[in-house]
């Protein structure tokens, strides 16, 4: 399992090659038996992430049509708002008539880029379809969407990339799985927190704080104890600093409802 390294420096020398390396870091781990393993996901998950991972190229994809529009239309001095329904509606109305500042051949090309727009919309509307048919028919996406600020989509993007919950002996460990806690910078004493480590699937943590969002802006005209907690930490921190807040929370609570098998009980 040794291979010769030749070299001017150490003509002699010997190393491991990476059958020998891996064999090692096996026997490494066998040893230890505090090591937690990466579960093995099933083939229907793997279906499942497949989708997302489609899903988000293509809203990824139409995001750069939407903007590569706007910046063109911005070179004749025509100015979009920056949503992409207003693209959708102003468009068509610039490339079917006679535009002071469009011609001819330049509205051919919107009126391509807005067909490629539209191909993209029925795409992403095609694979949303799918995810809906596989939360109508899990039970486990049911229960995680019965948390506020957890729709289909991430409720089936979440049961795709945990294949077993109980795998983390607490929902702070998911939530560090996902990159939701803070960095340390300690010494001694002095406990110094930064902001969140952004490790783990940026995708799950994309839909958890999106989804969060919402909730910390509807939490204002509410009066249960969860939206009192979270108009308090939008006040501390500021809305951006609640809203992960608020997705670090979800992300426990879909820890305990995974891995204890219980249903969600709202905030009275």
Not at 88 to 100: A, G, K
Not at 125 to 151: D, L, P, S, W, Y
Not at 153 to 168: E, K, N, P, Q
Request: proline share 4%; charged share 25%.
């Amino acid at each position: 399992m040794l291979r010769r390294q030749s070299s001017k420096r150490t003509p002699k020398s010997w190393t491991l090659c990476p059958d020998a390396r891996d064999a090692a870091a096996i026997c490494e781990a066998v040893g230890r038996p505090e090591m937690r393993f990466v579960p093995k996901k099933s083939l229907d998950q793997q279906d499942l992430q497949a989708l997302h991972r489609i899903r988000s190229r293509l809203v990824g994809s139409r995001t750069q049509v939407g903007n590569q529009i706007r910046g063109l239309l911005a070179e004749y001095d025509i100015i979009l708002p920056l949503h992409l329904s207003q693209v959708r509606q102003q468009l068509p109305v610039l490339f079917s008539e006679e535009h002071p500042l469009l011609t001819f051949f330049s509205r051919e090309l919107f009126a391509s880029l807005y067909e490629e727009l539209c191909t993209l919309d029925e795409r992403i509307e095609a694979m949303e379809e799918r995810i809906q048919r596989v939360f109508a028919g899990n039970e486990r996406c049911q229960k995680i969407a019965a948390v506020e600020g957890v729709g289909p989509v991430t409720a089936t993007a979440i049961v795709a990339a945990v294949a077993d919950a109980r795998v983390f002996r607490n929902g702070r460990q998911l939530a560090a799985r996902l990159g939701l806690v803070p960095r340390q910078h300690s010494s001694g004493d002095k406990q110094r927190l930064l902001g969140i480590t952004e490790r783990g699937d940026p995708y799950l943590r994309m839909l958890l704080i999106h989804g969060a969002r919402s909730v910390v802006y509807r939490a204002s005209a509410k009066t249960d104890s969860r939206s009192r907690w979270i108009a308090e930490k939008q006040r501390k921190l500021g809305t951006t600093k609640a809203c992960v807040a608020v997705a670090n929370k979800n992300a426990r609570i879909i820890w305990a409802l995974l891995a204890r098998d219980k249903p969600y009980r709202a905030a009275a």
